[in-house]
């Protein structure tokens, strides 16, 4: 091949990698980035949506209103994904967000979930929680690690879709289990974050 050639091949390339390649924005200098849902699945706005309605909710609660000064043990199980949607990973972040504001409230001891999942039996058991916990879990969360109060939920959705639509209407589903009593001393539900796709 002549240096002619070569340079002009040279030169061709590396003008379609500067026009034809992707660019890149951030979120803080256009903060329209993050109003477009891209997907049916959920996204930071949904959890924040979710985020706040129930934590609204939960600290005006008879319960945590009448929660003493001693700073009893909560920890957060999972939320157990049950919708046709691959958001476990949304569903973490969501529990995480919940932890950091449970911390934040000084009303409780937060009991790390990786202590709880550093436990292999425990983990197992953990994998298998939905939106009800089996006796034997509850039974050693209490006798074990010392917790007083557990988080777990689900989130369900209800998808329709068309020829030229895709419609997935989440349900999450939020609860505070006492464990000594194994009784449900809070429950919230979010069911208005909506997503649609269209061709």
């Given at each position: 091949m002549s240096r002619a050639v070569m340079m002009v091949t040279a030169a061709a390339l590396a003008l379609s990698v500067a026009c034809g390649g992707p660019s890149y924005e951030r979120g803080v200098d256009d903060p329209s980035i993050d109003e477009e849902a891209l997907s049916t699945r959920l996204d930071r706005a949904d959890l924040q949506l979710a985020l706040d309605q129930w934590?609204?909710?939960?600290?005006?609660?008879?319960?945590?209103?009448?929660?003493?000064?001693?700073?009893?043990?909560?920890?957060?199980?999972?939320?157990?994904?049950?919708?046709?949607?691959?958001?476990?990973?949304?569903?973490?972040?969501?529990?995480?967000?919940?932890?950091?504001?449970?911390?934040?409230?000084?009303?409780?001891?937060?009991?790390?979930?990786?202590?709880?999942?550093?436990?292999?039996?425990?983990?197992?058991?953990?994998?298998?929680?939905?939106?009800?916990?089996?006796?034997?879990?509850?039974?050693?969360?209490?006798?074990?690690?010392?917790?007083?109060?557990?988080?777990?939920?689900?989130?369900?959705?209800?998808?329709?879709?068309?020829?030229?639509?895709?419609?997935?209407?989440?349900?999450?589903?939020?609860?505070?289990?006492?464990?000594?009593?194994?009784?449900?001393?809070?429950?919230?539900?979010?069911?208005?974050?909506?997503?649609?796709?269209?061709?």
């Amino acid at each position: 091949m002549s240096r002619a050639v070569m340079m002009v091949t040279a030169a061709a390339l590396a003008l379609s990698v500067a026009c034809g390649g992707p660019s890149y924005e951030r979120g803080v200098d256009d903060p329209s980035i993050d109003e477009e849902a891209l997907s049916t699945r959920l996204d930071r706005a949904d959890l924040q949506l979710a985020l706040d309605q129930w934590w609204s909710k939960f600290k005006q609660s008879e319960f945590v209103n009448g929660v003493g000064p001693d700073q009893p043990n909560i920890a957060i199980l999972r939320i157990s994904n049950d919708t046709s949607e691959h958001v476990s990973g949304a569903l973490d972040n969501l529990l995480n967000s919940v932890e950091t504001k449970l911390v934040n409230m000084n009303k409780w001891n937060v009991i790390d979930n990786s202590v709880l999942t550093a436990d292999g039996v425990m983990a197992e058991r953990l994998r298998n929680v939905s939106d009800a916990v089996d006796p034997e879990t509850i039974a050693a969360l209490g006798k074990e690690y010392g917790i007083h109060y557990f988080i777990n939920g689900r989130v369900g959705d209800t998808a329709e879709k068309t020829s030229d639509k895709r419609r997935v209407q989440y349900f999450l589903f939020l609860r505070v289990t006492e464990v000594s009593t194994k009784r449900i001393v809070f429950q919230d539900q979010i069911d208005d974050i909506t997503k649609l796709m269209e061709d």
